[in-house]
């Protein structure tokens, strides 16, 4: 008998069974931990569901849970160890209509967690180590959530049943046991029945990402399944397939963990969510990305303002400009370092030139007069004529009131010396 299973006994009484219900509509993993908690308090004090219920009434809940408080702490509980049982038996009396003041029992370091107060986010060679470590299948699941934020529930929920699916990457092509991206960064579709807030929302997955996901699913393939739209993106294996239809929370993280552990880290499967939110931080502070949409990126509804951009339907300007956007915090989410290609060399050659241009014509001139198809040698000498140097004499300095030099330096000119008072020698740079 598992530990999910060792306490359902509590559902036969119908008001248990009801009062759990009603927590699992609002999120069937809370469902099952407030139960278990329920039942774990029951086993403690030697009491029961109907018991509890009673105390409420008669006034005696409040005493036995504060000695139950003090107690736990005594033992070395953590803090947020002990609020859950607040939090569980406040449901639960609450839901029995029982008015309960809980408010003033206090708990000693209640928002200290120590498992994860120490944690740190991985580095890029750290999490590059981990997915070395794990499965084509771990490199697919550990890839969505460190690159694209996802949760891990939304890969396979709670029970199972649920999960992203081959159309959730609507620009994902699959043909001939081949997969292909028709644009990458490629978009990752949230549907609201996967979002912790209920709301549909798009992020992105880059290179490395589709790679590894590319490598997953044609090993699929060729194994002989064959993919749907309906697909699960992240399929069960063997006889993980047996008892449910899709992967489950736990299946997806206990395949990080195991990663992980034998990378010879301790970090939770978590952590790596916050390693994609910790990108975004430093892509923020460097203005590469607007919080409105960082949050959007990490599945949260947002601020005020957010209602009214990232939270309605966004159209295909919108989703280029984010896509344009999250592939410049690319740098700082990807673990693999990249060559640049000649393509990316030559792309800022001409970049670096349009804007050394700038310093003497304005875009016009540099359009009209195609400067940027120029040699080097003759756009020199394009440049020299603006600044109005004869070039059949070979002068290269020129006196200017001292007043202009400032506004020559800054078009290229070199400063030489000054001659007096209110004259200054610049030279065009050698």
């Not at 397939?241 to 301790?266: C, D």
């Not at 952590?271 to 203005?287: H, Q, T």
């Not at 060399?345 to 003497?360: A, D, G, P, T």
Request: net charge positive.
């Amino acid at each position: 008998m598992t530990v999910k299973e060792k306490y359902n006994f509590l559902l036969d009484n119908e008001d248990v069974r009801r009062w759990s219900d009603n927590v699992k509509a609002g999120s069937p993993i809370t469902g099952e931990v407030y139960l278990r908690t329920l039942g774990l308090y029951c086993e403690l004090q030697n009491t029961s569901p109907e018991k509890i219920v009673r105390d409420a009434k008669e006034g005696k809940l409040k005493n036995d849970f504060l000695d139950f408080v003090r107690k736990m702490e005594k033992e070395g509980k953590a803090g947020s160890y002990i609020v859950r049982f607040k939090k569980v038996l406040s449901s639960w009396i609450r839901f029995n209509d029982i008015p309960l003041d809980f408010k003033s029992v206090k708990i000693k370091d209640a928002f200290r967690n120590p498992t994860i107060e120490n944690e740190r986010v991985p580095s890029k060679e750290e999490l590059s180590k981990i997915i070395r470590a794990s499965t084509l299948r771990g490199r697919s699941s550990i890839s969505l959530i460190a690159f694209s934020g996802l949760r891990i529930e939304t890969i396979g929920n709670f029970k199972g049943n649920d999960g992203l699916v081959i159309s959730d990457l609507p620009e994902m092509r699959v043909s001939d046991g081949k997969i292909e991206f028709e644009k990458v960064p490629t978009i990752v579709k949230v549907r609201s029945t996967l979002s912790k807030a209920r709301h549909e929302y798009i992020t992105f997955l880059p290179k490395e990402g589709t790679t590894y996901l590319k490598e997953y699913l044609e090993s699929r393939m060729a194994n002989g399944e064959k993919l749907t739209d309906s697909s699960p993106l992240i399929t069960l294996e063997g006889p993980e397939n047996i008892v449910h239809e899709r992967m489950r929370t736990q299946l997806v993280s206990r395949e990080i963990r195991k990663a992980t552990r034998k990378s010879n880290f301790q970090w939770r499967p978590y952590v790596l969510r916050a390693y994609f939110s910790s990108a975004l931080d430093v892509c923020e502070n460097k203005g590469l990305v607007s919080h409105n949409w960082r949050e959007y990126w990490t599945g949260h509804k947002g601020d005020i303002s957010a209602r009214y951009s990232t939270n309605k339907k966004l159209t295909p300007d919108k989703i280029e400009e984010m896509r344009s956007t999250y592939l410049k915090c690319v740098p700082y989410i990807e673990t693999e370092k990249k060559e640049i290609s000649e393509e990316e060399k030559e792309k800022w050659k001409v970049e670096f030139k349009r804007e050394y241009l700038k310093l003497f014509f304005d875009d016009k001139e540099i359009d009209d007069n195609k400067l940027l198809e120029l040699p080097t040698e003759e756009m020199q000498k394009k440049i020299k004529e603006k600044m109005g140097m004869s070039l059949n004499n070979g002068h290269s300095q020129k006196v200017i009131p001292l007043k202009e030099v400032r506004e020559y330096i800054e078009k290229g000119w070199e400063f030489v010396q000054g001659i007096s008072s209110k004259e200054a020698i610049v030279r065009i740079p050698k």
